[in-house]
């Protein structure tokens, strides 16, 4: 009797075992899809579906787990949308088809598609957002005109925080692909941004107020900087980027408001080729004080580039800044490793730096740049820099 007690209370034991098990494996909820044809968006290029997107956005964002807005293949039709959080779980978007945006200037306004205020945002699918950039580009006066209204963005991204957005492709911005502003741990991966060599102002990707994010394995080939890092930006890792056409990688400008700072940026193992600059920090003349500091700049190979290393501290695009104003940025600990190729111009190293703040803890370590065009061959050019210089050196450091 004793022994079957025992026996029933072992059995009882592994059935409620077993049952805890089985809850446990249901409460592993499957991820949820709400493709936005459900909530009548129409594949065919021309309906204006923001309605359907929002719909399908508050649904997935208002749900418990991992929840996608799906959009099929097909080429959807956007208007500028915000979507907006805080949502309740992991919110995605899975894009296979086309999004494409209007080109009626009426809503050429600052944004296109934004998302705000979401925690755990992925985006991925392999489609395409096709910013119809085109049709604004004659739009764009801001070489003339100071006061220029932007044009919209492809993507925005505010307040956005334990994101990823990976195998995606933009096409045709009509001004910045991707833009960052007051992110947190953030990564960018085998993302594709492309925009014609004399597009205007499209930034591959633009990182403001930002702390931690990392872009790593894309391909980005635009009017203007690949990446461009402005004030508030800390601890960006970029690596196995190609970049090119465009104007290279940027940190700046900075110092046209006050306190303006950059700190902790490296950019590893990155081709750059057919660029207006390679690797590039620029600082209003004259400027509020700044400083950017600590930038790890490795195993970099340039194509090509019209200036692969270049520090300009005279930065005065409107060109009506006094000759003998000086930047107040200060420009410290920069390191150069391993950076190969080919430059476009005579002069492949040029630190433009400040005479009241000088640029200083430079490190040259491996350059080799060539320069096979006339008046070669390639030189170093250094004002108000202090640093060193080991290993090869080709042009001969100035350092
Ligand atoms: C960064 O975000 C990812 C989700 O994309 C998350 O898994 C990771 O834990 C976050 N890291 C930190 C340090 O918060
Ligand atoms: C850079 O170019 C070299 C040589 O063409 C290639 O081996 C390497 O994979 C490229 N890296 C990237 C990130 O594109
Ligand atoms: C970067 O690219 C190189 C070669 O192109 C490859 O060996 C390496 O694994 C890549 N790194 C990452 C983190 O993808
Ligand atoms: C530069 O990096 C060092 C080492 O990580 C750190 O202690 C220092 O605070 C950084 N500088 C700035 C201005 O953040
Ligand atoms: C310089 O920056 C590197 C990272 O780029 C960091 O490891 C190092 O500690 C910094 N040095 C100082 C003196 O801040
Ligand atoms: C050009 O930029 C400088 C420096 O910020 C500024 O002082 C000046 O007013 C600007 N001029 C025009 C015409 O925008």
Redesign the pocket.
């Known amino acids: 009797m004793a022994s079957n007690a025992f026996v029933s209370e072992i059995i009882g034991l592994l059935s409620f075992l077993a049952l805890l098990c089985i809850s446990d494996s249901s409460k592993v909820t499957p991820d949820k899809f709400f493709d936005v044809r459900r909530y009548s968006a129409v594949s065919d290029g021309k309906t204006d579906n923001s309605q359907a997107f929002l719909k399908a956005w508050r649904e997935a964002c208002n749900c418990d787990g991992k929840c996608w807005v799906s959009v099929p293949k097909g080429t959807y039709k956007l208007g500028n949308v915000g979507f907006v959080g805080p949502c309740k779980g992991v919110t995605g978007f899975l894009i296979r088809g086309a999004i494409v945006a209007p080109t009626d200037p009426a809503q050429f306004t600052e944004r296109w598609i934004l998302f705000q205020y979401v925690e755990n945002l992925l985006i991925k699918g392999g489609g395409t957002l096709d910013g119809q950039g085109a049709s604004a580009w004659p739009h764009n006066d801001c070489r003339i005109n100071p006061h220029c209204k932007p044009l919209p963005a492809t993507l925005s991204f505010d307040f956005v925080t334990h994101s990823r957005i990976h195998h995606l492709k933009s096409l045709n911005s009509k001004s910045v692909h991707f833009n960052l502003f007051a992110c947190n741990n953030i990564t960018i991966n085998k993302v594709e941004l492309t925009a014609p060599a004399d597009s205007p102002n499209t930034d591959g990707i633009r990182i403001g107020q930002s702390n931690h994010i990392k872009i790593s394995?894309s391909?980005i080939g635009t009017g203007d900087d690949c990446i461009a890092m402005i004030n508030g930006v800390r601890n960006v890792v970029i690596?196995?980027?190609?970049c090119g056409p465009g104007h290279g990688i940027s940190i700046g400008s900075l110092g046209r408001a006050s306190n303006e700072q950059v700190h902790d940026i490296k950019v590893l193992?990155?081709?750059i080729s057919n660029t207006q600059n390679g690797l590039r920090v620029k600082t209003w003349a004259p400027s509020f004080s700044g400083m950017v500091s600590n930038l790890t700049y490795q195993n970099i190979?340039m194509?090509e580039v019209s200036n692969p290393i270049i520090f300009d501290q005279n930065y005065c695009p409107n060109r009506s800044c006094s000759k003998k104003a000086q930047s107040r940025v200060k420009i410290s600990n920069a390191t150069f490793k391993n950076i190969r190729g080919t430059s476009r111009s005579k002069i492949a190293v040029n630190f433009q730096c400040s005479g009241v703040e000088p640029c200083d803890r430079v490190t040259l370590d491996n350059i080799n740049l060539a320069y096979h065009g006339p008046g070669g061959p390639a030189e170093s050019l250094c004002r108000n820099v202090k640093g060193t210089s080991t290993g090869t050196q080709r042009p001969p450091a100035c350092l």
């Open positions: 394995q391909v690596s196995n980027v190609s193992n990155c081709n190979l194509n």
